[in-house]
C-alpha cells in the first residue's frame, strides 16, 4: 500500500471516533470589528475558536484543515489527525516512531532531504505537548522548508500540524502558522453567533 495512502487511512480510522476533533473549518456568523475572520471547529457540543487575518484562506474536511497564505506563494499550514497517539512518549523508542512517520509524510519526490532539527515542545500553548521535526528540501526545483509537529490536543487526541514554505519564507509563515495555532480556544455555547468583543 502507497505510504501516503495508509497513513491518510489511519488518520481517517482515528476521525471516526467520537472523541476526534472535526477538522472541517466553520466561519462564524457573527461579524466581526478587527481585521480578522473567526472560525471554528466542532467535537459534539464543544467549539473550538480561532481566527485567521485576511490574506489567510481557510478550507477543509472533517479529516484536514488547510490554510493557504494567499500573499505568499506555496507556502500552507494544514492540521490532520496523526496515526499515532498520545500513549507514545515522546522520547526513547517513541522518538523513533514519530521520526520514521514525519519522514514518511514529506511528498514523493522530496530530493536532498536534510532533518535540519527536532524541538520538544515546540508549540507550548493551550497545556499541549508536543514535539517537532523540521526539514529542507528540494522539490521540483525549489528549495522548501518543512516543520512536521505532533501535538496532543488531549490525553485521547493527537494532531499532525505541517507548516511548509520556500525555505526564505518559511520563518514568516512559520510565525502566522503560530499565531493561528495560539488563538485557539473553547467557545462558550452560543458564541458563535456573538459579535466578537460584546
Known amino acids: ?43 459534539d457540543a464543544k467549539k473550538m475558536g480561532f481566527r485567521v487575518d485576511p490574506k489567510t484562506q481557510v478550507s477543509g ?5 488547510v490554510f493557504e ?26 522518538l523513533k516512531k514519530y521520526h520514521d512517520l514525519a519522514a514518511a509524510s514529506l511528498p514523493a519526490g522530496s530530493l536532498n ?11 507550548p500553548i493551550n497545556g499541549w505537548t508536543s514535539h517537532q521535526y523540521v526539514f529542507t528540501c528540494n522539490f521540483y526545483g525549489v528549495s522548501v522548508k518543512k516543520s512536521l509537529t505532533f501535538l496532543n490536543f488531549s490525553g485521547k487526541e493527537q494532531l499532525l500540524i505541517t507548516v511548509s514554505a520556500p525555505v526564505n ?29 460584546n
Open 61 to 65: 474536511n472533517p479529516a484536514k484543515a
Open 69 to 94: 497564505f494567499s500573499d505568499l506563494e506555496t507556502a500552507w499550514m494544514t492540521i490532520v489527525h496523526s496515526a499515532l497517539t498520545p500513549d507514545i512518549p515522546f522520547d526513547g523508542d517513541g
Open 1 to 43: 500500500m502507497n505510504r501516503f495512502v495508509l497513513i491518510t487511512s489511519l488518520s481517517f480510522g482515528l476521525l471516526l471516533s467520537c472523541d476526534a476533533l472535526d477538522l472541517n473549518p466553520h466561519r462564524r456568523v457573527a461579524g466581526v470589528e478587527d481585521a480578522t475572520s473567526r472560525y471554528y471547529f466542532q467535537n
Open 169 to 197: 519564507d518559511y520563518a514568516k509563515v512559520y510565525g502566522r502558522s503560530y499565531g493561528i495555532l495560539n488563538s485557539i480556544y473553547e467557545m462558550k455555547p452560543g458564541e458563535e453567533f456573538v459579535q466578537p468583543g
Open 113 to 123: 532531504v536534510v532533518l535540519e532539527k527536532e524541538i520538544p515542545n515546540a508549540i
